[in-house]
């Protein structure tokens, strides 16, 4: 049985908690808009959006013992940092708790912390909604939102610079799938 849209939106307001399911609703409607905007289904986008921080409710030892039990076949700084590790065990977690079956979303809530070269539409624009959704405040933002309104590569390439400027900043673990996307963004036109 699949789920509607609506009843999705009430299981994640129960799972998520208030923050998180408010940060959750402002990426799914920033990824709708975006989606009209670019060319790809915003129902679709929406959804992505939605679902996107699934497993950021758990702890890192859940987190870890998810990936070991559902035999994910993840790297050691994934495995190393909570916060990379939700986005794959959420979207490992989403078919089999929320029956989720569409590939393209899954993939969007898998690599929406770090984003990958060869990433879809559907994958850019959750990665991008998830970092200038309303609910966000830091310095950097205003010009990433303008740049959303008309140059979808150019807005990513900000995102995926000022992450990694943040992760060297913090001394956390910088995960080389963000070098890779930044770099792919660089050699490529669109
Ligand atoms: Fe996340
Ligand atoms: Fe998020």
């Not at 049985?1 to 799914?28: C, P, Q, W, Y």
């Not at 700084?77 to 078919?95: D, I, M, N, S």
Request: proline fraction near 5%.
């Amino acid at each position: 049985m699949e789920l509607n849209l609506e009843e999705i939106r009430e299981i994640m307001v129960r799972h998520l908690g208030k923050d998180l399911f408010r940060h959750s609703l402002g990426t799914a409607q920033t990824a709708y808009s975006l989606a009209e905007r670019y060319g790809e289904e915003p129902e679709r986008a929406y959804l992505a959006g939605m679902v996107h921080d699934y497993g950021k409710v758990y702890s890192s030892e859940a987190l870890r013992r998810w990936a070991r039990g559902l035999k994910l076949k993840l790297d050691q700084v994934t495995l190393a940092e909570p916060g990379l590790l939700h986005a794959p065990v959420g979207a490992a977690l989403l078919p089999l708790e929320l029956g989720l079956k569409d590939a393209g979303v899954l993939r969007a809530v898998a690599y929406h912390t770090t984003c990958r070269p060869g990433a879809s539409l559907l994958e850019r624009i959750v990665y991008l909604a998830d970092y200038i959704e309303p609910g966000r405040e830091f310095p950097g933002l205003g010009p990433v939102r303008e740049a959303a309104e008309k140059n979808l590569r150019a807005a990513l390439v900000m995102v995926v610079e000022q992450t990694i400027r943040r992760i060297l900043d913090r001394g956390r673990l910088l995960h080389p799938r963000s070098v890779e996307f930044r770099n792919s963004l660089l050699r490529s036109k669109i």
